[in-house]
C-alpha cells in the first residue's frame, strides 16, 4: 500500500539490494518499508551472559574487557580472541584471520554481539559473531534513557541479520522526505489514527513503545481498508458482468415431486436466493457452506435443473476422482433415469476410456450433455462446452481462485458460480478472504441423522487400544462397517499426508502408521478375525480404487483401512466406527471432516482418535476440541486460533489476494468490518490517485505471483 518504486540497489548498494531480493524477494523501497519488524525489544532485556544457551542463537550486550591476538601454532593464521563481559559473566569472541577488528574491538568498547554459543576450551565463546558497536559513552539519564529505546526486531534471513535490516532501513527513510499518504486525512482524524508517513517512521523508528503503538494501530487499519478496497472492487467488476439469466421451470418441478422426503428449511431458504441470483443477469459467486450431510448437493442440483431448463450447461467440480465418480452415481440415482437422460448427465475423469471419454467430451461441446462431473480433468484446456453456464465447486478448498477462473472464461458469458465446503469458515474470515462471496449456510441437518461420539484413546493405555477393536468388531457384528484412517501409506515411505491442504508442526518423532502395515496388522488381529479387511490410498490404480470403494459400499469389505483418500464426501451410510490412528497427525478440519464419513444413516456414529500426544500437548488440545464438539464452525475458529491464520490464509488464499502483515481476522474482526463500510463510501465518492495507484500495483503482483 505504498507508491514508492525506487530499486533499493541505488540507496543501498547492489550487495545489500541482492541480498534483500535473495532472502525476503524485497526489490524496491515500497517492499523494504513494509518489512516490518516482528516485535520489540528492551537493551536490557537481552540475554544475560550467564544464561546462555549453547547450540543457540544468541543477542547480548557487552563491554570489551582484552583483546589478544596469537598466532597459530602447526598452521598458519592467527586467532583473534576477544574477551567481553555484562558485568557479571565473561564471553569469548573469536575471529579468525581478522586482526585488523582489534581497532574496533578495543578495551572499553561497548555494543551488541551476536552469533551462535559454543563452549571452547570450557570457556563460552561465538565464533565470528556479528557485532553493532555504541558509538559513545552514556551515562547517567542518556543510559537510562537508551537502555528503554525500544529496538525493532526484524525477521532475518541470511546475511541479514536484524540491525543490517535495521540500518538499511534507516538509510532509505533518510532519503523519503515523506511517504505518500493513501487514505483520506480526514477518514485517519475521525479514527484517531496517525498518518500513514509518521506510522511507517514510528514502525522503524519508535523512540518510546507508544509510538510503534500508534503506528501499528495507524498500519492495520491501513491495512484493512486496503483488503476491503480490494474486495469492494472485485465485488464492483462482477456486477459489470453479464450472465444469462436462468428461470426454473417444468424440470425442477418433476424432480421436486419425485424426492422421498421434504427440503429442510435451508434448503428452501438457499434454493430461493440461489433461485434469484440465477434470474438477476449478473453471475452468481456463492459460497454455500454446511455440515457434511446437510444436503449442499440436493441444493445444487436444484439449481442445475434450473439452469438446464434454458439449455443451460453446467459442471460439476470434485476435489478427487472417487468422489467425482459417486457424485455421478448419486445424482444419477437421485435424477432417476427419465430427468438423467434429459440432462445427460457425463462422468469425465481421467480414468475413463478412451472411446467414452471422447463422446462425453462431444457431447458437452455440442451442448447435449447439460450436466457434466468431473475433476480438474474438466478444466483441461481441451474441454470445450457448448453454453458453460454454471458450476459448481465441491469442498473449495482443493481449488485454487485461478482454477475457478479458468473454468469461468469457459462460457459465453460469466458462468454463475457456486461454491460447496463441509469445512466451514468462521464469520471473521468469511468477510476477509471470501469477501467476495455471498454466502449461505445451511445450519441444520435433515432429519433422522444420528448423534456420533467421539473419544480420544491413548496409545499408552493398552487396554482402552484393544477396547478400540473390539468396539469395530461389535459393529461389525451388528451389521455395520469401520473405516481405519492412517496418516501414511507405507512403513517406508516419507510423505505424511495424502490431503494437502494443511501442514502441521509435528511434535512426535516416531513414524506414523502406515495404511499398508495397518491392514496387515488388522488381519492378525485376534478381535477382528474373520473380518474382511480391505485396504484404499491413493498410490493404487484407479480402477483398484473404484472397485475397493464399490466393495465397501456394498457391503464386501468391513472394514476399511485407508489414508486420507475417504476424507471428503465419501458417502456409504451403513458405516458407523471411524477409528483414526495416529490422530494428532491431523488437523481439526480434517478430523472433523473425517468423522462426517460415520453417522450417515439410521444407526448412531462413533470416532475413536488414536493418539501418542501427551496430555496437555497442543496436539492433545486438538484431539479433545474434536471430541468435544461437533459444531463445525466452534472448530473452525478454534483451529484459526491454535494453528494461527497465517496458514489458513494461506491455504485458502492460494489464488493470491493481499497477504495480511499486521492484521489477524479474529482479533481485528471488528476493524475489518469497520473498514468495509468506508471502503465502499470511498468507492462511491471516488477513489484519491494514490490509493488507484496502490491498489492496481497491488492488482499487477497478486496476477503475477498466480
Ligand atoms: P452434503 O453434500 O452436504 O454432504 P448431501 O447433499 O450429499 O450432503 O446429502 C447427504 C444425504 O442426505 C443424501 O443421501 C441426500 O439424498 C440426503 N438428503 C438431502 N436433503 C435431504 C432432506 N431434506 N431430507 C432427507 N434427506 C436428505
Ligand atoms: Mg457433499
Known sequence: MLNDSRKLGALLG???????????????????????????????ELTQISSLPIGEMVTVVGEVLSTS??????????????????????????????????????????????????????KLQLAHPDYELFETELTGEEAKAWADLPIPIYPAAGSLSTWKIQKAIDIVLTATPSVDGILPESLLASEGLISLDEAIRLVHQPKQDVHWQQARDSLRFHEAMFLQLQLAKLRQARTNQVATSRSSGELLGIFDKSLPFSLTSGQEEVGEHIAKDLASGSPMHRLLQGEVGSGKTLVA????????????????????????????????????????????????????????????????????????????????????????????????????????????????????????????????????????????????????????SSHVVEVSKPALVSRVWQRVAEEVAAGRQAFVVCPRIEGDTQEEQEFEGEELELEQSVAPAAAVDVAEALKLNPALAGLSIG??????????????????????????????????????????????????????????QLRGRVGRGSHSGVCLMV??????????????????????????????????????????????????????????????????????????????????????????QALKRS
Open 69 to 122: 591476538n596469537r598466532r597459530l601454532k602447526g598452521r598458519s593464521g592467527s586467532l583473534l580472541e576477544v574477551v567481553i563481559t555484562d558485568g557479571t559473566k565473561q564471553l569469548t569472541l573469536a575471529f579468525f584471520n581478522q586482526a585488523w577488528r582489534q581497532k574496533d574491538l578495543h578495551q572499553g568498547a561497548r555494543g551488541l554481539f551476536s552469533g551462535r554459543i559454543g563452549i571452547f576450551s570450557n
Open 301 to 452: 442440483l436444484r439449481a442445475i435443473l434450473s439452469v438446464a431448463e434454458s439449455g443451460g450447461q453446467s459442471a460439476l467440480l470434485a476435489p478427487t476422482e472417487v468422489l467425482a465418480s459417486q457424485h455421478y452415481e448419486s445424482i444419477r440415482r437421485a435424477l432417476g433415469p427419465e430427468l438423467s437422460e434429459r440432462l445427460g448427465v457425463r462422468l469425465l475423469t481421467g480414468q475413463l476410456a478412451t472411446a467414452d471419454r471422447k463422446r462425453a467430451l462431444l457431447d458437452m461441446a455440442s451442448g447435449k450433455c447439460l450436466l457434466a462431473i468431473g475433476t480438474h480433468a474438466l478444466i483441461s484446456e481441451k474441454v470445450q462446452f457448448y453454453d458453460l453456464a454454471f458450476v459448481i465447486v465441491d469442498e473449495q478448498h482443493r481449488f485454487g481462485v485461478g482454477q475457478r477462473e479458468l473454468l469461468r472464461l469457459k462460457g459465453k458469458t460469466s458462468p454463475h458460480v457456486l461454491t460447496m465446503t463441509a469445512t466451514p469458515i468462521p464469520r471473521t474470515m468469511a468477510i476477509t478472504v471470501f469477501g467476495d462471496l455471498e454466502i449461505s449456510t445451511l445450519t441444520e441437518l435433515p432429519a433422522g441423522r444420528q448423534p456420533i
Open 535 to 592: 485396504l484404499l490410498h491413493g498410490r493404487q490404480a484407479n480402477e483398484e480404487k473404484a472397485s475397493v470403494m464399490a466393495a465397501f459400499a456394498a457391503g464386501e469389505i468391513q472394514v476399511l483401512v485407508s489414508t486420507t483418500v475417504i476424507e471428503v464426501g465419501v458417502n456409504v451410510p451403513n458405516a458407523t466406527a471411524m477409528v483414526i490412528l495416529d490422530a494428532d497427525r491431523f488437523g481439526i478440519s480434517q478430523l472433523h
Open 14 to 44: 547492489e550487495r545489500t539490494a541482492k541480498a534483500f531480493l535473495k532472502h525476503f524477494g524485497i526489490e524496491t523501497v515500497e517492499e523494504l518499508l513494509a518489512h516490518f519488524p516482528r516485535r520489540y525489544s528492551k537493551r536490557g
Open 611 to 700: 493418539t501418542a500426544s501427551e496430555p496437555g500437548s497442543l496436539a492433545m488440545q486438538r484431539l479433545e476440541a474434536v471430541a468435544s464438539t461437533t459444531d463445525g464452525f466452534k472448530l473452525s475458529e478454534l483451529d484459526l486460533e491454535l494453528r494461527g491464520e497465517g496458514d489458513v490464509l494461506g491455504d485458502v488464499q492460494s489464488g493470491g489476494r493481499s497477504q495480511l502483515k499486521l492484521l489477524r481476522v479474529i482479533r481485528d474482526a471488528d476493524l475489518i468490518a469497520r473498514a468495509k463500510v468506508f471502503a465502499e463510501d470511498l468507492i462511491a465518492s471516488g477513489l484519491p490517485a494514490p490509493l488507484q495507484l496502490a491498489l492496481e500495483k497491488a492488482d499487477a
